[in-house]
């Protein structure tokens, strides 16, 4: 997972870049169902601190 999002990094192809580092963070951690972190549901930071201004 790892490999193949460096290299989507690389190739510029990376839209959900968040999710899949969620993804490799749960395979690594032996998790097997989601882990209860909202990084997979939140919105970008951008979206954030425009809604909060």
């Known amino acids: 997972m790892i490999e193949k999002l460096a290299q989507d990094l690389i190739d510029n192809?990376?839209?959900?870049?968040?999710p899949r580092i969620c993804k490799i963070c749960t395979s690594a951690r032996g998790i097997e169902s989601d882990c209860s972190s909202t990084c997979v549901t939140e919105e970008p930071a951008v979206k954030k601190k425009k809604?909060?201004?």
């Open 13 to 18: 192809k990376v839209d959900d870049f968040v």
């Open 51 to 53: 809604a909060k201004k």
